[in-house]
């Protein structure tokens, strides 16, 4: 299925020449794209204050990697009936000079407009193994990696580089996507993906079902894990039937196909019990840990290796 993001202006209120109005129009589609996308928007005077903050924003995120801003926070990821860490997923966050902590739902969007992402995905890959690689041998790293990323011709390159200089063993290593990798170049992000998966790397498939061919994606990547959206969580813990049969079937399937699946989400001692007793393999909230430090991922480690002594 096809969506389209429209913005809008009309003469003579937002503009007297053409060239004003397709500037305004233009500020009103990009408004229409940070919200998600599928929508229209009416350009309105406020766009033009919003997009100075766009671009003193984009200049910044420019110059994070090279003044040091960005850094990475770890959540675990534990098995659903042990409740053992078995693997931390990585995630970015940025603390600018100019602009304070910017949160990533505000920075990453705009990373992946202006192609930003392919070199700040390079840096998070390679410091996520870098991390990684001094943990338990049986703990994984999860990177999430956007469409953006799997178009470049040298992503596969840039895998085995990461790998090849931490030393991470490929098996401890799984790529993050979403369906939206398929609804550009799909075949160029499939080949890419399916190399990684040669290196013995895995591949999850990220919000699954929050999207419109969830299950025909499946058929066409050979993925390791599907993690089950929080949205799906949030509402089986309210006894929603949808969302309750969502997740039985998520979980019935993944086990037909030989995937493991992974429950985001999971905020209360209620909806671990809830979500362990639906069959998921592995569980991802607040409940387990917020993202945290790398200092305070080690800790993680150091702790239970002193319960276990």
């Not at 969007?109 to 700040?120: C, F, G, M, N, Q």
Request: glycine residues 6%; charged residues 25%.
């Amino acid at each position: 299925m096809l969506g389209a993001s429209v913005g809008s202006a009309q003469a003579p209120k937002d503009g007297k020449t053409v060239e004003e109005l397709m500037r305004n129009a233009d500020l009103a589609l990009y408004r229409a794209k940070d919200e998600g996308g599928g929508s229209h928007c009416q350009y309105e005077p406020s766009l033009h204050a919003s997009a100075e903050e766009r671009r003193k924003l984009e200049f910044a995120l420019r110059r994070a990697l090279e003044r040091e801003e960005l850094f990475l926070n770890y959540q675990p990821v534990v098995d659903a009936n042990s409740e053992e860490v078995v693997g931390f997923e990585a995630l970015v966050r940025w603390n600018s000079g100019e602009h304070g902590f910017v949160s990533p739902a505000k920075f990453i969007p705009l990373a992946e407009d202006t192609r930003l992402i392919v070199p700040i995905g390079e840096w998070v890959l390679e410091q996520a193994c870098r991390e990684a690689a001094n943990w338990p041998a049986h703990v994984k790293i999860n990177v999430n990696v956007s469409a953006e990323q799997l178009v470049e011709p040298d992503f596969p390159k840039m895998v085995v580089r990461a790998l090849a200089v931490t030393g991470l063993d490929p098996a401890r290593l799984e790529l993050e996507v979403t369906e939206s990798i398929f609804l550009r170049d799909a075949d160029v992000a499939r080949h890419a993906l399916e190399q990684c998966m040669a290196l013995g790397c895995s591949i999850a498939l990220d919000d699954f079902g929050t999207g419109y061919s969830s299950l025909g994606y499946l058929r066409k990547l050979q993925f390791t894990t599907i993690k089950v959206d929080r949205s799906f969580v949030q509402g089986a813990s309210e006894q929603d039937p949808e969302s309750l049969a969502i997740i039985r079937a998520v979980v019935a399937m993944a086990q037909s196909l030989d995937l493991t699946t992974t429950a985001e989400g999971v905020e209360t001692e209620e909806q671990a019990a809830m979500i362990r007793t639906m069959g998921c393999d592995k569980i991802q909230g607040y409940y387990f840990g917020r993202p945290m430090s790398a200092s305070d991922a080690q800790a993680v480690f150091l702790r239970a290796q002193r319960l276990a002594s």
